[in-house]
């Protein structure tokens, strides 16, 4: 009984993972449009070098900057948490890092914290303190790397995500997937936030979702019930 509960349980929390997700992309699709957003020179920059990054990165993937920037998210991710760390490894194909007492916070962070791409906002964000504003083909230049360091993150964690991957094994690969959807959803809807402040129109938007949804559960119980109703008469 008590593994049949633990499976269903383990199940629910799949499926609201993946709802989750669902529920963060659709506010992402209905808050930002892409046309408006690509208007700008700039946003517009940044999405150009991601298309060709994205195509480079599926020929050339430098696997062992994946795996570098992997593992240290891994290490980072667990000092967050306080966990003791020992060695790090990292190889041409394949790296470790020993963390104690680790979580699934920490062994799926490196498939939705894009490593890179963190540093070098956080670079930029440094150089905010000694250069303010910023030259415009400084910013030109972060707006190309942010586009290239996340289509790096896409594109080498579909590749990693397709190999027997340790990872996904320890807390079952289904949910581990949609861990790491509904994770990169989040990611993908707070920086878009951030970088348009647009949250009022976020918030809106995944109320009106949840709205939609709900009607739409309230329709098919009714429908089943008139079903019902007339198959007993």
């Given at each position: ?119 070098v906002v ?17 910013v030109y ?21 397709r190999q ?70």
């Open positions: 009984m008590g593994k049949k509960l633990k499976a269903c349980r383990h199940g629910l929390a799949t499926l609201c993972l993946f709802w989750l997700a669902f529920m963060l992309l659709g506010t992402i699709l209905t808050t930002f449009k892409l046309i408006p957003l690509l208007k700008d020179s700039i946003t517009l920059t940044g999405f150009i070098a991601f298309v060709v990054a994205a195509f480079i990165f599926h020929k050339h993937r430098f696997t062992v900057v994946y795996v570098f920037g992997h593992e240290l998210t891994h290490w980072a991710t667990a000092k967050l948490f306080l966990k003791k760390t020992g060695r790090i490894r990292v190889g041409r194909l394949s790296g470790s890092t020993e963390i104690y007492n680790t979580n699934i916070t920490i062994t799926l962070a490196p498939y939705i914290i894009p490593f890179y791409l963190m540093v956080g670079l930029f964000g440094i150089s905010q303190l000694f250069v303010y504003p910023s030259p415009l083909w400084a230049t972060i707006s190309t790397l942010v586009g290239v360091t996340y289509a790096y993150h896409i594109m080498l964690n579909i590749f990693a995500l027997a991957q340790s990872d996904l094994e320890l807390y079952g690969k289904v949910f581990s997937l949609a861990f790491i959807l509904a994770g990169n959803a989040l990611f993908l809807l707070l920086a878009l936030l951030i970088a348009t402040t647009q949250w009022k129109e976020a918030f809106l938007a995944f109320t009106k979702l949840l709205i939609f949804q709900w009607d739409a559960v309230k329709a098919i119980a009714l429908g089943l019930r008139e079903a019902v109703h007339n198959y007993r008469g």
